[in-house]
């Protein structure tokens, strides 16, 4: 590609995107694709410590992710500070290049300010993903993040996946933000009929966070203890209880294709999410197995329970965890009558959920 081919620069920072992990991973052919048709030369901002290797894309590993108390916390919003600095000015950054940033903690954005107000630099566009309802704390520093880099940069956009937090984010920050899909494009692998097994097998997807497997999984587990069931998990959980089930411990950090082999050989994928965090707030998990046409199995009140009732898919929605018996209902989820809705879904959700659709909306602010 010659070089005269960029007009400007865009520089994706992605501060907690370590190794395989994340959902940043499902980003990355559309960041790809955002550069070729905007026209910007596209650069990585990664971790210190990240294990990952890009092939044929400009990046840097530069960013602390791991602290430990106030004073290791106060180091590494110093060290970030300085590095970032440092790093912008090497690359004469300037007022034709943007930004996005995206998997951020919030000591981060606190360093990325001091960035600029203890410097004359100014860029064209700072996109900055939200996917949370912020509160407290996160909340403050989240408006001062707003209020400020806005004065430093020509454009600014608060890019989020639900209308919900979209509404509630608009209230606020009025035509500032924008509504963008949510670029799964697992759909182009080849999915393997699973053949006549001796478990049902049955995915607990992602690593270990309370509001992901707190309570509800635990109520799971302990009612649904049978021998008919293999339960796929991270193998950085600990079941002190010994079950009835088979239990197939997955590596902590699975590739993208390893994830996806686990994902189409599963029967069911579980997400027993509590009710509150995911109110407004997407799962790419869930997203990325409607492409892949699984049954999914969600907590009733979260943004995935909504967009399956649109589909009538009621079925696969719990309302009671610490109620539900999975032997009940396996008959109505394995039925043609849910399979064809499946379907349905997956075909609506193949319309928005893609990289072009993504990059469409991004690229009229590079």
């Known amino acids: 590609m010659k070089k005269s081919f960029f007009k400007n620069r865009f520089f994706c920072i992605l501060p907690s995107w370590l190794d395989y992990s994340g959902h940043e991973a499902s980003f990355l052919k559309s960041f790809k694709l955002l550069s070729h048709k905007s026209q910007n030369k596209l650069s990585f901002v990664l971790p210190l410590r990240n294990k990952f290797f890009f092939s044929g894309i400009e990046y840097v590993k530069n960013i602390e992710h791991v602290s430990t108390g106030y004073i290791s916390l106060l180091f590494k919003m110093i060290k970030n500070f300085r590095t970032i600095k440092k790093y912008l000015k090497k690359k ?35 996109l900055i993903y939200c996917r949370y309802n ?16 806005s004065k430093k940069f020509f454009i600014q956009k608060i890019l989020t996946d639900t209308k919900n937090l979209k509404e509630v984010l608009s209230k606020k920050y009025k035509n ?48 649904n203890n049978a021998k008919k069931y293999q339960i796929l998990i991270n193998n950085k959980f600990e ?46 998990i869930f997203i990325e197995s409607v492409i892949l046409k699984k049954k999914i ?9 909504n967009e399956y009732k649109r589909f009538g898919l009621y079925d696969l929605v719990i ?3 610490s109620k539900f018996k999975l032997e009940e209902i396996l008959k109505k989820i394995f039925s043609k009558k849910i399979d064809l809705k499946i379907k349905f879904m997956q075909k609506n959700y193949l319309k928005i959920h893609n990289e072009n659709n993504y990059t469409k909306v991004l690229k009229r602010y590079l």
């Open 176 to 223: 500032k933000v924008v509504l963008v899909p949510v670029p799964h494009t697992n759909n182009r692998l080849k999915i393997k009929k699973n053949k006549k097994k001796k478990y049902i097998k049955l995915y607990f997807p992602g690593q270990y966070r309370l509001e992901k497997f707190g309570a509800n999984f635990k109520n799971f587990l302990e009612l």
């Open 92 to 126: 004469n950054f300037s007022n034709k290049d943007s930004i996005i940033i995206d998997g951020y903690s919030f000591d981060f954005l606190i360093s990325f300010l001091l960035v600029f107000y203890c410097s004359t630099l100014r860029g064209k566009t700072i």
């Open 134 to 149: 912020f509160k407290g704390i996160k909340k403050i520093i989240f408006n001062l993040f707003i209020n400020l880099t």
């Open 239 to 284: 079941l002190n209880k010994k079950f009835e089930f088979k239990i197939k411990f997955l590596n902590n950090n699975l590739s993208n294709q390893e994830y996806i082999n686990v994902m189409s050989s599963s029967d069911i994928i579980i997400l027993p999410y509590t009710e509150e965090p995911y109110k407004s707030r997407t799962s790419g």
């Open 297 to 305: 199995l969600v907590t009733k009140n979260t943004w995935m329970a």
């Open 319 to 321: 309302k009671d965890w």
